[in-house]
């Protein structure tokens, strides 16, 4: 079975760092963008940015580029996304998502959802 | 980033058919054909329902239905029912510095 399983929710304060995890299985992780999208609440879906595995190239949107870090590490088929410096504005639910390329384009497998909570 | 804009609520009674419409630019979605349309229930990982504006992926019903004309992409569900209760976001993926666009979101409530 193809799936992302995210790892779990967490609770920051401001200032704390934060690395979340994406792991793929059931498919050639290598082969295919990892994106990540966020709804912070009650907000609408976010499209952050993706990574390539097999290479690690990534793109973010204009509007994160600096704000969030994203990585992965193809031998363990985990794809991250991480903060150096949380604020509470960054408080959202964080999906990572398989992004088909190539003839077609969309998330079509998704992660379970990281709840991240920022608050002093 | 420019969202596509969608209607904030669309509503209906089992069995009837309802559209949600999503707009954008001729630059965008008037440019690109990569639609795709996602069912969300907060809270829980988003399914993807249409891709490349009317494709179906596996095991999504054939209720579900896309179409484009100039600007405006456009969901279809035929035959509501009460799980079809959800949020829905269409998207685009196209050439630009911000490759990949949601829509505003559309609440479906079924009555």
């Known amino acids: 079975e193809v799936q992302l399983v995210q790892s779990g929710a967490e609770v920051k304060k401001p200032g704390e760092s934060l690395k979340i995890s994406c792991k793929g299985s059931?498919?050639?992780?290598?082969?295919?963008?990892i994106g990540w999208v966020r709804q912070m609440p009650g907000k609408g879906l976010e499209w952050m940015g993706v990574i390539y595995p097999g290479d690690s190239e990534s793109r973010y949107s204009p509007s994160l580029q600096g704000q969030v870090t994203i990585s992965a590490d193809k031998s363990v088929s985990t794809a991250y996304l991480q903060w150096s410096s949380l604020k509470a504005s960054d408080t959202a639910m964080y999906y990572c998502?398989?992004?088909?390329?190539?003839?077609?384009?969309?998330?079509?497998?998704w992660g379970q959802g990281t709840m991240v909570t920022v608050s002093s | 980033q420019s969202a596509l804009t969608q209607p904030a609520s669309v509503s209906g009674s089992p069995g009837q058919s309802i559209t949600i419409s999503c707009t954008g630019t001729s630059s965008d979605l008037g440019a690109y054909n990569y639609v795709s349309w996602y069912q969300y229930h907060p809270g829980k990982a988003p399914k993807l329902m249409i891709y490349d504006v009317s494709n179906r992926p596996s095991g999504v019903s054939n209720r579900f239905s896309g179409s484009k004309s100039g600007n405006t992409a456009s969901l279809t569900i035929s035959g509501l029912q009460a799980e079809d209760e959800a949020d829905y976001y269409c998207s685009l993926y196209r050439s630009s510095s911000t490759p990949y666009v949601f829509g505003t979101g559309t609440k479906v409530t079924v009555l």
């Open positions: 059931g498919y050639r992780f290598t082969s295919y963008w």
């Open positions: 998502a398989r992004f088909l390329t190539g003839s077609s384009y969309a998330f079509d497998i």
